[in-house]
């Protein structure tokens, strides 16, 4: 969901590839929504919220994601807009977040780490300070919920274009009492 105190001038949905073969039926329907807010420079705030598949064993299913969601938010900004992503990626943000949530590498079986390398030239994911606070966004739900023996992870966050400026990022710990996910909390600024 979306909130917003912009006035916002549209909003629409893009459907994202998912599996074509019976395993479709387990996949929730992927898709992203962008919400448009106009600045005051003439141009608009772009927020993308996303919540992308996990379980697939199709990693071309993953990629293919990616790619829409890369796409569509790399032409938003050459538009001159400013792009915020927001959402669940089911891929890990910290690069050894294994090591930062004292789980099992072998435990990461349903994400994978995040497609850096694939990101829109200057497009970034602000991360800074969350592997010192080693907060977890997400929990397993293969067994009921046990503080410092279920598999935690990272894989809820921000994706912003090259104007627009992170200055805090943290996840708010409510210690999984209202889901298997804890929301992640940014502050920010526009470029000029």
Do not use: C
């Amino acid at each position: 969901m979306t909130l917003t105190k912009f006035k916002v001038t549209g909003a629409r949905r893009y459907s994202l590839p998912i599996a074509t073969n019976p395993t479709k039926f387990t996949d929730l329907d992927r898709a992203f929504t962008v919400t448009q807010a106009p600045t005051s420079n003439g141009k608009h705030l772009q927020l993308v919220n996303i919540h992308m598949s996990a379980f697939t064993k199709d990693r071309s299913i993953q990629q293919a994601q990616f790619a829409k969601l890369f796409k569509y938010i790399n032409q938003a900004y050459q538009k001159g807009d400013y792009v915020i992503v927001g959402g669940d990626y089911n891929h890990r943000l910290l690069k050894d977040s294994a090591a930062i949530f004292h789980t099992k590498p072998q435990d990461e079986t349903w994400t994978h780490l995040f497609p850096y390398d694939q990101l829109p030239a200057g497009f970034h994911v602000p991360t800074m300070g969350l592997a010192k606070a080693a907060q977890p966004s997400v929990r397993a739900l293969d067994k009921p919920w046990e503080p410092g023996k279920s598999f935690v992870t990272l894989i809820d966050g921000f994706i912003l274009s090259p104007n627009v400026k992170a200055k805090s990022v943290k996840i708010v710990d409510t210690g999984f009492k209202y889901s298997d996910h804890t929301p992640t909390r940014m502050e920010f600024e526009l470029e000029p």
